[in-house]
């Protein structure tokens, strides 16, 4: 007689507990500034009820290659003949393998990097509680928008939440690159991780406005 064993439920992935917490931040990163007083923040990943309409990241002529970071923040700034987003990606990284492979992602390049906004994300409510669409808190935008669009990142930041030894062995022994921040993987599983102070802080320095003594 086979044995009868009781079902298991097995574990959330560790980068799936981190998108559910992500998806309770707000729209603005917290803590988060921008390089001028125009422009506005939406939260492109993750989102409410959408797990295909969701904005990317891609090179210019690719519709193959996609990055897809774990949390995703657009900031919408220029007009209609010139715009671009600054963006904040927050990666999950288990292991120290899958850091490097994340890294090489954001790496510094010749190549333009591209944000790409899906046609229904634009048109979807801002969240479950404010029915605006999205497209309409886009300051370039002036009208309801017939397909989705690609634009050039300006500005891109990326904070990566590591496994304590992890975040411990490359403090002490890694120098991020200027566009690269880090944070203990509790701090992006926390129940209300983004009201902690340290990431408010660590967020707010994780802009191109921080490298000026009195921003414009």
């Not at 591209?114 to 046609?119: F, G, Q, S, T």
């Not at 509680?129 to 300006?154: K, Q, Y």
């Not at 590591?162 to 599983?189: I, K, N, S, W």
Request: proline share 11%; aromatic share 8%.
């Amino acid at each position: 007689m086979s044995e009868i064993r009781p079902l298991l439920r097995r574990p959330k992935r560790l980068d799936n507990v981190v998108r559910d917490r992500l998806k309770t931040w707000p729209q603005r990163p917290p803590g988060a500034g921008s390089l001028g007083a125009d422009g506005a923040w939406l939260r492109g990943r993750p989102c409410d009820g959408e797990p295909v309409a969701q904005p990317y990241l891609k090179i210019p002529g690719s519709d193959r290659m996609r990055t897809i970071p774990d949390g995703l923040w657009l900031h919408f700034g220029g007009s209609s003949e010139d715009p671009y987003a600054d963006i904040l990606c927050i990666e999950a990284c288990s292991t120290f393998q899958n850091l490097l492979d994340k890294r090489s992602r954001f790496a510094p390049s010749t190549v333009s990097l591209l944000a790409h906004c899906p046609l229904a994300w634009l048109l979807a409510p801002l969240q479950a509680n404010d029915t605006t669409p999205r497209w309409r808190i886009i300051p370039f935008l002036s009208a309801e928008p017939i397909a989705g669009f690609s634009l050039p990142v300006r500005d891109l930041r990326v904070l990566y939440g590591l496994q304590r030894d992890h975040y411990d062995g490359f403090a002490r022994h890694q120098v991020p690159h200027p566009h690269e921040y880090f944070c203990p993987m509790e701090a992006l599983t926390a129940h209300e991780g983004h009201a902690n102070p340290a990431m408010r802080s660590l967020l707010g320095r994780a802009c191109a406005a921080s490298a000026f003594m009195v921003p414009p």
